[in-house]
């Protein structure tokens, strides 16, 4: 399995990105995707994950209402980030997991692949 993160980047607060994970080795459609991030300084931490179908979504209570993840045919998964703030700076990295969904979404136990990262960094 492997994951391709890009999209990150510079962009001020209050401003939109979109990060997108490129799938290839797995069959797309038996995986749950997930978004996790590491800010400096900090540990990782669960952003958002997103059902084999797509029908089901979670995120963590600091992005909700925020960020949107979604997944296509094209065996990708996004990350829209809008109204972004400086403490959303952090290197962000997609993840995959056979299991579909669990008692806890936002944990990283889960997930056995994972992909190298992009950073995002929200200037003030």
């Known amino acids: 399995v492997q994951l391709q993160a890009s999209g990150g980047g510079l962009v001020q607060a209050g401003g939109s990105l979109r990060l997108s994970c490129a799938a290839s080795?797995?069959?797309?459609?038996?995986?749950?995707m997930g978004w996790f991030r590491r800010a400096p300084g900090k540990e990782r931490e669960f952003v958002a994950t997103?059902?084999?179908?797509?029908?089901?979504t979670y995120y963590a209570d600091s992005v909700k209402g925020r960020f949107t993840i979604s997944r296509d045919e094209r065996n990708t998964v996004y990350l829209q980030m809008n109204t972004l703030k400086p403490e959303d700076t952090a290197i962000y990295y997609c993840a995959a997991t056979t299991v579909n969904w669990s008692n806890n979404q936002a944990s990283e136990n889960d997930y056995d692949s994972w992909g190298q990262g992009t950073l995002v960094t929200v200037s003030s």
């Open positions: 080795g797995l069959t797309f459609s038996r995986y749950r």
């Open positions: 997103i059902s084999w179908s797509g029908s089901l």
